[in-house]
């Protein structure tokens, strides 16, 4: 009875109409020929069961020049007993955002930074972080031990081929002391090889918590020489 049915149902005129991959015979004698497949098309880069696949002209990663050469396929269907965790293709981007956690000696904090502006000659980065500090003073940090809360300023601009200027702000409060570090840097290209540096640093302690309430300022200029 079930053969009658099978009859039945393969002299449907769909069933007749031959199919793009076996144009030259009716649907049902190519599927049961194994000429056509029924599966449905995958479109992961990876895929179960890919062992009982025959290469298609989409697995192909080249196609050989030489004759007589075995072409190469790309394993974009995984076997399901090999493995059973997948790992995807993936470029990682540049990031934008990111988050640092910092322990050492001196403090333990979290920063979170974001990159503002990334243009080919302009450059702006935001920090924000918190944290308790352990050490005085130490990394341009502030007078006293305790919770702190910190933030920084990134600038970076390029001016032709010839100048760029790259200045870095760097706050960090406690809570009764501040410190403030800024540093500001122009190089200027005079030839190929020769460029002119300078350079500016400014900190800024605040008198509360032990703090020395000053205002110091240093700066540099050098002519560099690359070999």
């Keep these: 009875m079930p053969a009658v049915w099978w009859l039945a149902l393969a002299g449907l005129p769909v069933f007749q109409q031959p199919m793009p991959e076996a ?4 649907a049902v004698l190519a599927v049961a ?3 056509v497949s029924l599966r449905a098309p995958c479109y992961r880069l990876v ?8 290469a298609t002209p989409y697995t192909t990663l080249w196609k050989p020049k030489v004759p007589g050469t075995v072409p190469r396929l790309r394993p974009v269907r995984a076997s399901p007993l090999a493995t059973r965790s997948y790992a995807a293709l993936h470029a990682p981007a540049s990031r934008r955002e990111w988050v640092d956690a910092e322990a050492s000696y001196a403090k333990v904090d979290t920063t979170f930074g974001l990159e503002a502006i990334r ?8 920090e924000l972080g918190t944290g308790y500090r352990l050490q005085p003073y130490t990394d341009y940090g502030t ?9 920084g300023l990134r600038v970076s601009q390029r001016f032709g081929d010839w100048a760029e200027l ?10 009764h002391n501040t410190f403030v570090r800024q540093t500001l840097g122009v190089d200027i290209m005079l030839q190929p090889r020769w460029t002119l540096q300078s350079r500016l640093e400014v900190n800024h302690d605040s008198a ?5 309430g000053s205002t110091d300022a240093h700066g540099s200029l050098n002519l560099h020489y690359a070999f």
């Design 23 to 26: 144009p030259g015979e009716p």
């Design 33 to 35: 020929a194994g000429h």
């Design 47 to 54: 895929c179960p069961d890919a062992e009982w696949l025959a």
């Design 119 to 126: 243009r080919p000659g302009t450059q702006v980065q935001l």
């Design 143 to 151: 007078a006293s031990i305790g919770v702190i809360a910190s933030g």
């Design 166 to 175: 790259n200045q870095q702000i760097r706050v960090e409060t406690g809570r």
């Design 208 to 212: 509360g918590d032990g703090g020395r």
